[in-house]
């Protein structure tokens, strides 16, 4: 019998990451592409993803499941520039049966200011790209925190 999700729908950990701003993220103004920030958002969790002990390669290793993306969105508040350090920040919003939510912050470190913050939703699939409840142990990972 599958464990129950019910009390791990309202997950409320917080991660942070810091990077530079990158050359190859930039463009000849040395302003970082507007599409980047998905990209420092996906590292972040990426990052948060080791700190549980469950790489993303993990998951697909002990689980057989993979967390494509079903819905991003993000706004954008103030550029960011070649060899800017950011922090970005991933709260995760919800844990459903096949669905997690994180919510994302980036901020430049130095002017203490928002550059850009958005969500993105995904949803576990097996290799085959059906959708499939998130494993309890996983879930109670993300829902506990590192």
Not at 54 to 79: K, S, T
Not at 132 to 145: F, M, Q, R, S, T
Request: glycine share 4%.
């Amino acid at each position: 019998m599958r464990e129950s999700l019910c009390d791990l729908r309202e997950a409320v950990m917080v991660f942070k990451c810091s990077f530079r701003a990158r050359w190859v993220d930039t463009d000849v103004a040395r302003v970082m592409h507007f599409t980047n920030s998905l990209r420092y958002f996906e590292a972040c969790e990426e990052e948060y993803y080791r700190s549980l002990g469950q790489g993303l390669n993990a998951l697909r290793e002990n689980y057989g499941i993979i967390l494509p993306r079903v819905e991003v969105h993000c706004r954008y508040a103030a550029p960011c520039r070649f060899d800017d350090t950011i922090e970005v920040t991933l709260k995760t919003r919800e844990v459903a049966d096949k669905t997690i939510t994180y919510d994302f912050q980036l901020f430049m470190k130095e002017e203490e200011w928002l550059a850009a913050e958005g969500y993105v939703k995904c949803i576990a699939v097996e290799l085959n790209w059906k959708a499939v409840p998130l494993p309890v142990e996983v879930a109670k990972a993300i829902h506990e925190g590192a």
